[in-house]
């Protein structure tokens, strides 16, 4: 089955420790974002790759770097996690930036 | 999200109709979307509607827009204690992104 698949689903790392989250997807979709989801509230966009094109959103802390080797992986690096980086961590892909987007199962991130 | 509405929380009884309202913003909207997210999971597509469209139906899901009032609903019926849940409508921007509203949690009780 085409999917998004996000590793590791939990990881705990220190105060300062860096920490680099991964996202991989057989959909062969053109865009993938990165969204930081706390509580339950609405996911908060990141950035996103429109191809090897990056999008920060103007608001994303330097601390939050992102890499889109291929296709089909991107990575979120965390340089120096703080504990208010605590949240789940949410992976998508669309084909074209304005449809349906569909998401991985997320990474809960845990700062110690 | 700012720019996207919802209440909070709805509580129903299972085989009663859920209706989840939303708001939004963006009159250039091209599509709008719903969400549903199981706890620790992401977020799972259920359904959207084209802009040009007042109503749209799949199974046991309904959606009405009223563009005019930019006002979006989700009706589930016959809701089932697997719809528990939060809900999140969506809208998609000039940008090239979607703006998420906060989200409905969906309690049905037995």
């Known amino acids: 089955d085409a999917m998004v698949i996000q590793n590791p689903r939990y990881q705990v790392t220190q105060f300062g420790k860096p920490v680099t989250l991964s996202c991989s997807q057989t959909?062969?979709?053109?865009?993938m974002y990165w969204y930081q989801q706390k509580s339950s509230q609405a996911p908060k966009l990141l950035f996103h790759?429109?191809?090897?094109?990056?999008?920060n959103e103007a608001d994303t802390p330097d601390n939050f770097q992102s890499r889109r080797p291929n296709t089909s992986f991107c990575f979120l690096d965390i340089r120096s996690p703080g504990l208010g980086d605590a949240a789940m961590y949410l992976c998508?892909?669309?084909?074209?930036?304005?449809?349906?987007?569909?998401f991985g199962p997320g990474t809960r991130l845990t700062v110690t | 999200g700012e720019d996207v509405e919802q209440s909070l929380f709805l509580s129903v009884r299972e085989g009663d109709s859920s209706v989840i309202n939303c708001t939004y913003t963006?009159?250039?909207?091209?599509?709008l979307y719903w969400y549903k997210q199981e706890p620790g999971a992401g977020l799972q597509l259920l359904t959207y509607?084209?802009?040009?469209?007042d109503m749209k139906q799949d199974q046991r899901l309904t959606v009405l827009l009223n563009k005019k009032d930019k006002h979006l609903s989700l009706r589930i019926a016959d809701t089932q204690t697997g719809d528990s849940a939060i809900y999140f409508c969506?809208?998609?921007?000039?940008?090239?992104?979607?703006?998420f509203g906060d989200g409905t949690t969906l309690t049905v009780k037995p």
């Open positions: 959909l062969n979709h053109n865009v």
């Open positions: 969506a809208e998609d921007t000039n940008a090239g992104k979607s703006t």
């Open positions: 998508a892909t669309s084909s074209s930036p304005r449809y349906e987007q569909y």
């Open positions: 509607i084209f802009s040009n469209m």
């Open positions: 963006d009159s250039s909207s091209t599509y």
């Open positions: 790759y429109y191809d090897k094109d990056f999008n």
